[in-house]
């Protein structure tokens, strides 16, 4: 396992980092994202969408538990689930999510314990509050599998 720690200072750093990771995100990709409620799960996701440019608004999927945002530039679809609301792998396996995980980028928000089986290889972040004031956020990427063998960031 690869890991890499970020410090995030705002809420757009967050969507412009998102944008930066989705220049590194292919079909297949699977991101499983960790954090408290109000950690920044959702506007990293933001990001990742506009990166990819993906038909939006990209909001919290939270009741509807997954939604499809179709690629507006011929890339993948982004698949966006909200992980919060089901009792397990079982409701996770329900959604069908792996017929989709092979063509899109899947971003599943509260996942950990639950997403890791839709794929061998997956990227898992972290996102926790910064010991400073404000809004600086902690973002901790860890790549599971060959895919994510070697991050390849530069911190900053």
């Not at 038909?55 to 698949?79: D, E, M």
């Not at 971003?107 to 809004?135: F, N, T, Y």
């Amino acid at each position: 396992m690869n890991h890499l720690t970020l410090t995030v200072a705002t809420a757009e750093d967050m969507r412009e980092l998102g944008v930066r990771l989705a220049g590194r995100l292919r079909p297949g990709d699977l991101l499983v994202l960790s954090g408290g409620l109000g950690a920044g799960k959702t506007t990293l996701t933001q990001g990742i969408g506009e990166g990819l440019k993906v038909r939006g608004p990209v909001t919290s999927p939270t009741f509807v538990i997954a939604r499809v945002h179709p690629s507006l530039a011929g890339g993948p679809p982004l698949v966006h689930v909200d992980a919060y609301r089901l009792g397990g792998f079982a409701e996770l396996d329900d959604l069908d999510l792996d017929a989709s995980v092979g063509e899109s980028v899947t971003v599943v928000e509260w996942g950990e314990g639950l997403a890791e089986g839709l794929a061998d290889d997956r990227l898992e972040v972290i996102i926790s509050r910064g010991d400073g004031p404000g809004e600086e956020r902690d973002v901790t990427l860890t790549g599971v599998g060959d895919r994510w063998s070697d991050l390849g960031w530069e911190h900053g």
